[in-house]
């Protein structure tokens, strides 16, 4: 047995969130979703957090463990041999202990119309468009985001602005626009070209140092800031967007 | 009660709900309603790995697939069904890659196709080894193109409205503010997966609970063939996180403690050289076979340990890093992480665990169910797809086909009837129902009432002494009489958590109920299956063998309430190809006629 600290806020009973303590059943292999689904099971069946897949494919179990975000399917309470604290994903509104509100996630991901858009020349629908392995290599990391949030749990930049598109929206946009069967890149740069689009980002890079799926949304961004140059060469000497970059 | 109005409500937002509500909008209409109890980006399709089957090459044939389909599943698959299925397989597959998904490649830019178990030629269109999860994105994105569709992200349905045996609409639980919603439809379509987590070792994520099985059958539609429960053989040993199949498409190979290959000693030998897997020979041989021949290697003492989990070993090593990291990342991923093991340099420790329901809401050929405009697809329905045994990438193609078809059926449906009535006064009385009953839950501080996680941690116990890969007649009466019990308890159960903002214990509580009244249905379908077929297997001694004679037969289950659920037979469509004998490895070469299966392979390899 150990101890960890969980951070609750249960908005019916008090506006003020607390760190509680529970002792939880350790072995090599305890994730901290094991762990929290033991409290949720056997000592507090009031707590409160996401999860299904608990093999770090269906994004829900992000928190912040000891001050990181972290999937808590993927993150194993050996790591932590002194004090753990588990706290709700930094940066998005907590609804209760560790669940938090996805919506401004889910609209930044949706507002970059991140679905392919055949151009007028595309080819006989009945048949599958060609991609070559080479074709496929340009976009194919930034295809395997599990929209789990952390990046935006580590931004400093979201923290500091929500209409911030930030790391995993503009990741996927980037990810149509690198996909040779795409003739979307238009459409989707008014969005990354505006003032919470790619110039934003100061290039911190902590999105992609947590990414659990080794994807690099930070890449994707510096990329998305040269095709914006290049799509906004006027406007790119603009004081707003200079503001913007703040670098 | 807020009421909110559309064509058609899709219930799921996994791959076969979006597939349908894009179905739905391309049909015709203005509203469609998406209702999911997560993001449908969390939905259980994110997790197959394998891939999805289709006839592609120019040496394979319809008829083959077909004859795979049929034969995999043990005569039980609706042989009219599956001849949709093949045929209308290929163009949803091509439909996915004009919507983006990232299908793997040749060379020449051409779609890749890989081996799978059961399957006599390389059919399979795969996403590396996340083709769930790139099938799934690809789903969600796309469905943001149609503005008809309107989602409820986070709302847990609780029941149908059904007026003069014709669905009109979904009563729904509103997980962050704990108020109720009716959803009124004139169609509704199930699409709600599977029922893995009524059992301890299962593949399956935590929100795989039977519930859209549940909602149906509560208002007198069949669950049929729920017996027919798949264990995939390669699961890790704990948590039984999936090891995928393609894993032994690509040539991994199966050993016991001695390093033996054992499958040969099972009907599915000879040993296939390493590096040359061959179609339907040992480690290639369907998922019911293997998890079996487990089972006998357990009892004979030759697996091994990894923890307290007795295991064999799944030998990737001689695929080498580089091919490992292009074709089967996750799966490196996923050992390293969970057990802790590089498969480039041992082998990882595996054993079968609960994958897949064959079973599920009965409908009709056209995805609709005894209740006019109440639709089903993908794993919670039972179109007839799988018969007694699932062949692997064939799930991920029927979500597509049918949910498809389940989206176009429904939306017609809802276009071409009268609406329904007024229906207030049944709208406020279900709103009542259900108010009195969650009120009923909450009431706390009473002695002597049960907890959910006490009946579930007893249900899932149940379930793996009773109604495992093997089962006898007193086993499976223990066990029926255990869930009976369990439901009774149920019926006072109570919450530990009064609250309305994001109550996961009502929501987990809700999903047991549905979870034990399923479990009824299964437990006592393989009770009355006296035989041996497929994935269901029974020790008795008159019950070894494939029993044609009594049970070429659908089990159809129905609810009663409080009462025992009642079973009755209904006969199998087998216009196409007669029974014959399912062989795998040699003894499926050389065999011609209907009743072979596998008749030349290995030739393709």
Redo the contacts between chains.
Sequence with gaps: MRSIQVLRY????SPQPFLQSFQVPVTD?TSVLDALNYI???L???L?????????????CGVMVNGIPKLGC?DFLRNYPNDLIIEPLAHLPV???L?VN?DSF?RHL?AV????I?GKNAAD?????????A??AR??QF??C??CGLCYAACPQFGLNPEFTGPAAIA?AHR?NL?S??SGKAQRMAPLNSKNGVWSCTFVGFCSEVCPKGVDPAAAVNQGKVESAKSMLIQLFSGRAIGGAGQ | MQVHTFDVVVVGGGGAGLRAAIAAAETGGNAVGLVSKVYPMRSHTVAAEGGAAAVTRGDDSLQSHFDDTVAGGDWLAEQGVVDYFVRHAHAELVQMERWGCPWSRQASGDVQVRRFGGMKTERTWFAADKTGFHMLHTLYQTSLKYPQIQRFDEYFVLDLLVEDNQACGVIALEISSGELHLLRAKSVIMATGGAGRLFRFNTNGGIVTGDGMAIAYRRGVALRDMEFVQYHPTGLPGSGILITEASRGEGGVLTNKDGYRYLQDYGLGPETPLGEPQNKYMELGPRDKLSQAFWHEQQAGRTGKHGDSDVVYLDLRHLGEAYLQERLPFICELAKAYVNVDPAKSPIPIRPAVHYTMGGIETNADCETSIRGLFAAGECASVGLHGANRLGSNSLTELLVFGHLAGKKAMQRALGDSPCKDGAESIRQLGSQWQERLESMMRGGEPGRPRWPELKAELLKVMEEGCGIYRDEAGLTQALQSIRGLRERYERVQLGDQSQIYNTDLLHCLELGCSLDVAEATCLAALQRRESRGAHQRLDDSCQQRNDQQYLKHSQVFYQGAAPARLEWQDVDTHLSAPGERHYGSKGSGLKGSGAEGSDGGQHA
């Design positions: 249960l908005p019916e009973e292999s949720k099971e056997s507090d069946p009031t409160s957090f996401r999860w299904s897949c608990r093999m770090a494919i269906c994004g829900s993927k609804e209760r202990d669940v996805m889910l949706e119309k991140p679905y392919l055949e629908s009945s048949q599958p468009n060609r991609q070559t392995p074709q496929m976009y194919q295809a395997n599990i929209n996927l149509y996909d069967r795409d």
